[in-house]
């Protein structure tokens, strides 16, 4: 396993990119690109989302189309 990155912190903006046309996937941090962590991915998938506790947002945005989660209480 290799380096990737810095770790996350409290209040970071996470982003995702998966390029199905490079078959690559990478990760960005408050907006700044963290270059590609993963290559050679093609197939199907299925995204998926994992949070620690309450107080964390998703927000999905596919090809300029956001997809915001509800607030969980």
Do not use: W
């Not at 982003?15 to 690559?24: F, N």
């Not at 690109?33 to 620690?52: I, K, M, Q, R, T």
């Not at 300029?64 to 989660?69: G, I, K, L, P």
């Amino acid at each position: 396993m290799k380096n990737y990155g810095q770790p996350f912190a409290e209040g970071d903006i996470i982003g995702i990119t998966l390029d199905l046309t490079h078959g690559t996937l990478s990760f960005a941090r408050n907006g700044q690109s963290l270059g590609v962590a993963f290559d050679n991915l093609f197939g199907e998938f299925c995204p998926a989302v994992s949070l620690y506790d309450g107080h964390q947002v998703v927000e999905i945005v596919l090809d300029s189309v956001r997809c915001s989660a509800p607030a969980v209480a």
